[in-house]
């Protein structure tokens, strides 16, 4: 009798900070009264509007997990702390409360709430460190926050949050039928001018010493995104080569916000024009009809200069020009060090044990290929979410059982739901 496979449940997810579901839509209001729909940021929103909407959030999403029951739950931009607190530091995102704290990290939170409901995770946390939220002196100089029905949330010349909101960081939640081996938070420098990289990673086994390394990435643009996913890259290969785990390595999965969208240069593109992006190649390498950075050799000069186009032509003004890089010589030098970097990076996996772990798949992506996606309706699944750039990148290794979009209504206005970011759900098999 063949052998069973075995099977995961991955959720990916971008909490988005302190979410205040349920709370009313925001409004910017000119000095002339002129009224415009803005974005459900929470420095938007009064303290208690801010502790009233995430626990809303709280109570509906670990239901939502009960019900999709993953294994795996990545977790980006996790928020804790208060914004009364003037001075937050790390400490304040790892604490722990006895009792249901309101600015307690809001992914030990859920794990209480899922613990209630029968579901038993051990919680990795990350402490990213930057204190997000903040306003400034002149915010709300020529526009104040209101609501659609006139309520005065913030007025003009105030500065409600001056020493920001909360701490953020990231959080892996891993069922207890899995056994968490090790744990890594990294923060290492990506280029030559010492920007550093923030991600965490775990090693995981089920119940048959079958072990898989999963990684939990909030990436950046552009040419950082591409320099960041060299770094992420080699970081797992020179952990896989120092391992000391049994030989029963089944693969990696790298998940969370990638801030881009997947390379699709021969795709459709007229749903908008940025729906592809360059920097996002050296996660899949290679991808049928569509591109091909495989070097047969290390001196594959048309791939390489064809990858350099696609990196300038990225940096345009025209497009993020906030993540641009004006200066000409910075720019060269980061393309230049990057390029020679995913040459050596790519001869460094072809000549190692782990050649066949270079490449990876989006599990969406590759569910849609080949039918195999079938959505929660009653969680707002789909197959496909326009300009989607939250993702669940898996090894070949992994083949798909179902992989979807949960919770598609998510928006960057509506407080209906339980973040600005969809999620994306996935079961794969090995």
Not at 15 to 24: D, F
Not at 213 to 232: D, P
Not at 325 to 347: G, T, V
Request: overall charge neutral.
């Amino acid at each position: 009798m063949a052998k069973s496979p075995h099977s995961i449940k991955t959720l990916s997810l971008n909490l988005h900070g302190y979410h205040p579901m349920g709370e009313k839509e925001r409004y910017l209001e000119d000095r002339a009264g002129n009224l415009t729909l803005t974005s459900s940021s929470i420095h938007y929103f009064r303290p208690l509007e801010i502790i009233r909407g995430n626990q809303n959030r709280l109570n509906q999403l670990s239901l939502n997990l009960k019900e999709l029951s993953p294994d795996i739950i990545f977790l980006q931009e996790v928020g804790a702390g208060s914004p009364n607190t003037r001075n937050k530091t790390c400490q304040d995102f790892y604490k722990k409360f006895s009792y249901d704290y309101a600015f307690e990290n809001t992914s030990l939170r859920l794990e209480k709430k899922l613990d209630e409901l029968g579901k038993k995770f051990t919680n990795l946390l990350a402490c990213r460190g930057n204190i997000g939220w903040f306003t400034g002196p002149t915010q709300f100089i020529d526009q104040r926050i209101v609501t659609k029905d006139g309520n005065v949330i913030f007025d003009f010349d105030t500065n409600p949050y001056p020493h920001g909101i909360l701490i953020e960081g990231s959080s892996i939640m891993v069922s207890k039928r899995l056994k968490v081996l090790d744990h890594q938070i990294y923060n290492d420098p990506y280029n030559y001018l010492n920007e550093r990289f923030f991600y965490q990673m775990a090693t995981i086994s089920d119940e048959d010493n079958n072990w898989f390394l999963a990684v939990n990435i909030h990436a950046g643009h552009k040419i950082n995104h591409f320099e960041q996913s060299i770094l992420i890259k080699k970081n797992i290969l020179n952990y896989l080569k120092n391992h000391k785990h049994p030989e029963t390595f089944t693969g990696i999965l790298i998940a969370g916000d990638f801030n881009a969208r997947l390379f699709r240069p021969n795709s459709k593109q007229d749903i908008q024009s940025d729906f592809s992006e360059i920097s996002t190649v050296l996660f899949e390498v290679k991808k049928e009809n569509q591109f091909d950075f495989l070097l047969d050799n290390i001196a594959d000069h048309q791939k390489i200069q064809t990858l350099q186009q696609e990196l300038i032509k990225l940096n345009e003004s025209s497009y993020k020009p906030w993540a641009s890089i004006l200066d000409k010589k910075e720019f060269d030098q980061r393309l230049n060090d990057s390029l020679n970097e995913f040459k050596l990076l790519q001869k460094a996996y072809l000549q190692s044990p782990y050649k066949n772990y270079l490449m990876m798949q989006s599990s969406l992506e590759t569910a849609s290929e080949q039918d195999l996606c079938h959505p929660n309706k009653g969680l707002a699944g789909a197959c496909f979410f326009n300009n989607n750039i939250d993702f669940i990148m898996k090894t070949s290794s992994f083949n798909i059982s179902n992989a979807y979009v949960v919770f598609a209504k998510n928006d960057w206005t509506s407080l209906d739901y339980i973040s600005d970011h969809p999620g994306i759900f996935s079961e794969l098999l090995y």
